[in-house]
């Protein structure tokens, strides 16, 4: 009877190992057939798809904003969107909000260029500031596209400027891609149907923090001096325009195109003079940007002309 029992017991532990072992064997299939990503090997030849910051205003409080931005019915949206003080909608400190990861492609831009790059949503991490400037157009035959819209800016809140200041050194410190002259408003690269940020938001102030592009004063006044008899042609200005990254096409006329691409150059670098008109300030801080960050495109104190359009 022991001996019974002792062979049955021994057939069961063989019947549970051989289970075991198949199970064993099963398992180690299965793995074989997972996806496996072995990372040992990295690359150094590769870059991140950012290479530039948009900057916004939304025209609409705080409340209506984050509405606007997170709803899917608006097909609308932004990677950051920062409040500001005042609003009645809003009453905490004033925070940064991310709504969209920077991986992702958020719908911010909408037909856009800057330099030969297009469809700038693909490229770029898209920032809402609130603020609630207006623009209208006006209709009636009197009007045409140099004086058919009414623009009411708003000044921009300290604390709002000082958030997107710091939220700026940021991304500046992980995309190294972005350069100063690639930091723009949305009327930078949609000059034909967009305002925004506006000439009261301060260019200069983020400059003065290490952020995006400025003109040297000496350099300005230099041009200034040298442009007060003349003012370079229509041509020249166009040329010089998309030297520094504007969508211009070179027409060799004060076409409704080049208005729009002045007035957008207008309200980020000489704002006191925004209403799309050439002048000797318009010129001279354009001239000056070039020697700066596009040397090349002046040689010996003139202009290279484009060679094409």
Same mark, same amino acid.
């Given at each position: $009877?022991?001996?019974?029992?002792?062979?049955?017991?021994?057939?069961?532990?063989?019947?549970?190992?051989?289970?075991?072992?198949?199970?064993?064997? =099963?398992?180690?299939?299965? *793995?074989?057939?997972? =996806?496996?990503?072995?990372?040992?090997?990295?690359?150094?030849?590769?870059?991140?798809?950012?290479?530039?910051?948009?900057?916004?205003?939304?025209?609409?409080?705080?409340?209506?904003?984050? *509405?606007?931005?997170?709803?899917?019915?608006?097909?609308?949206?932004?990677?950051?969107?920062?409040?500001?003080?005042?609003?009645?909608?809003?009453?905490?400190?004033?925070?940064?909000?991310?709504?969209?990861?920077?991986?992702?492609?958020?719908?911010?831009?909408?037909?856009?260029?800057?330099?030969?790059?297009?469809?700038?949503?693909? &490229?770029?991490?898209?920032?809402?500031?609130?603020?609630?400037?207006?623009?209208?157009?006006?209709?009636?035959? &009197?009007?045409?596209?140099?004086?058919?819209?009414?623009?009411?800016?708003?000044? #921009?809140?300290?604390?709002?400027?000082?958030?997107?200041?710091?939220?700026? *050194?940021? /991304? =500046?410190?992980?995309?190294?891609?972005?350069?100063?002259?690639?930091?723009?408003?949305?009327?930078?690269?949609?000059?034909?149907? @967009? #305002?925004?940020?506006?000439?009261? #938001?301060?260019?200069?102030? =983020?400059?003065?923090?290490? /952020?995006?592009?400025?003109?040297?004063?000496?350099?300005?006044? @230099?041009? @200034?001096?040298?442009?007060?008899?003349?003012?370079?042609?229509?041509?020249?200005?166009?040329?010089?325009?998309?030297?520094?990254?504007?969508?211009?096409? /070179?027409?060799?006329? $004060?076409?409704? &195109?080049?208005?729009?691409?002045?007035?957008?150059?207008?309200?980020?670098?000489?704002? @006191?003079?925004?209403?799309?008109?050439?002048?000797?300030?318009?010129?001279?801080?354009?001239?000056?940007?070039?020697? *700066?960050? #596009?040397?090349?495109?002046?040689?010996?104190?003139?202009?290279?002309?484009?060679?094409?359009?």
């Amino acid at each position: $009877m022991q001996r019974f029992k002792i062979k049955h017991y021994l057939f069961f532990i063989t019947i549970v190992f051989f289970y075991l072992e198949s199970t064993k064997v =099963l398992s180690e299939q299965i *793995k074989d057939n997972e =996806l496996q990503k072995i990372q040992t090997f990295q690359s150094e030849s590769f870059s991140t798809r950012i290479r530039f910051v948009v900057i916004h205003y939304t025209s609409i409080d705080w409340e209506n904003s984050l *509405k606007v931005l997170t709803s899917e019915r608006y097909e609308v949206s932004s990677h950051y969107l920062i409040p500001e003080n005042g609003d009645d909608t809003y009453s905490d400190q004033i925070k940064i909000f991310q709504l969209v990861d920077e991986e992702n492609r958020a719908w911010h831009a909408g037909i856009s260029q800057w330099e030969e790059r297009t469809n700038i949503n693909d &490229q770029s991490i898209g920032i809402e500031l609130v603020n609630q400037a207006e623009c209208s157009i006006r209709q009636g035959s &009197q009007y045409d596209y140099t004086n058919n819209y009414i623009c009411l800016f708003s000044e #921009f809140d300290s604390n709002q400027i000082d958030q997107l200041i710091l939220l700026l *050194k940021d /991304i =500046l410190s992980r995309h190294d891609e972005i350069k100063p002259t690639y930091i723009l408003g949305h009327s930078d690269i949609s000059p034909n149907r @967009k #305002f925004d940020p506006g000439p009261k #938001f301060p260019w200069k102030k =983020l400059y003065e923090n290490g /952020i995006g592009a400025w003109y040297d004063d000496q350099t300005f006044q @230099k041009y @200034k001096k040298q442009f007060k008899g003349k003012i370079p042609v229509i041509s020249q200005i166009q040329c010089a325009l998309k030297q520094y990254g504007y969508g211009v096409e /070179i027409t060799n006329k $004060m076409d409704e &195109q080049t208005f729009f691409v002045i007035r957008a150059f207008q309200y980020h670098f000489t704002p @006191k003079e925004s209403d799309g008109h050439i002048s000797v300030e318009t010129v001279s801080a354009l001239w000056a940007l070039l020697e *700066k960050y #596009f040397p090349e495109s002046i040689k010996n104190g003139s202009l290279v002309e484009c060679k094409n359009n």
